[in-house]
T-cell receptor, first 116, second 110 residues
Framework: DGGITQSPKYLFRKEGQNVTLSCEQNLNHDAMYWYRQDPGQGLRLIYYSQIVNDFQKGDIAEGYSVSREKKESFPLTVTSAQKNPTAFYLC???????????????FGDGTRLSIL | EDKVVQSPLSLVVHEGDTVTLNCSYEVTNFRSLLWYKQEKKAPTFLFMLTSSGIEKKSGRLSSILDKKELFSILNITATQTGDSAVYLCVSSGTASKLTFGTGTRLQVTL
């Protein structure tokens, strides 16, 4: 079945460590996204990528990094520079029609990151 | 398996019309239901509903939750072209797990 797979579901990090969250999709979507969700808040965009080898910062990119070497994969690294990394992270993908408008996003099940 | 179903999948209306978007859910240990508007790169949070029968309003948009029938609606009155977007219904359940609907694509024409 087509879909988006995020791993791991739960991740624990010690302060000062970088961690990488995996996101893989087999929907043949060009665009991929990373969101963060905190309690009581809506989704906030971290990074997005419209095409392989290209990505753009979202609203809260500081302390994060991404790569897009393959169409299917969009890993997110939470660096030690991210001061408040505890959150629920969602990856999504969509068809890209050149505008990002009105294209529904398909989301993964998320990764919950906690600081030890 | 948790499930959120939105209907219709897409909708085209004329400016000034009133629309109702539907969302039904089956979620273990339901906590809240959220509506998002997605028109550009990221969904925009609209409402979070936790209690039955209490309408939430923001301008021309309103939403209500029925926890007995496991259902929510999003109403938009006097639609404008700027309302054209995909509207996402999202439910929160066990351990704040989010279950997303695939969205209703609304197009408002002149």
């Amino acid at each position: 079945d087509g879909g988006i797979t995020q791993s791991p579901k739960y991740l624990f990090r010690k302060e000062g460590q970088n961690v990488t969250l995996s996101c893989e999709q087999n929907l043949n979507h060009d665009a991929m996204y990373w969101y963060r969700q905190d309690p009581g808040q809506g989704l906030r965009l971290i990074y997005y990528s419209q095409i392989v080898n290209d990505f753009q910062k979202g609203d809260i990119a500081e302390g994060y990094s991404v790569s897009r070497e393959k169409k299917e994969s969009f890993p997110l690294t939470v660096t030690s520079a991210q001061k408040n990394p505890t959150a629920f992270y969602l990856c999504a993908s969509s068809i890209f029609d050149g505008t990002h408008s009105n294209q529904p996003q398909h989301f993964g099940d998320g990764t919950r990151l906690s600081i030890l | 398996e948790d499930k959120v179903v939105q209907s219709p999948l897409s909708l085209v209306v004329h400016e000034g019309d009133t629309v109702t978007l539907n969302c039904s859910y089956e979620v273990t240990n339901f906590r809240s239901l959220l509506w998002y508007k997605q028109e550009k790169k990221a969904p925009t949070f609209l409402f979070m509903l936790t209690s039955s029968g209490i309408e939430k309003k923001s301008g021309r948009l309103s939403s209500i939750l029925d926890k007995k029938e496991l259902f929510s609606i999003l109403n938009i009155t006097a639609t404008q072209t700027g309302d054209s977007a995909v509207y996402l219904c999202v439910s929160s359940g066990t351990a704040s797990k989010l279950t997303f609907g695939t969205g209703t694509r609304l197009q408002v024409t002149l």
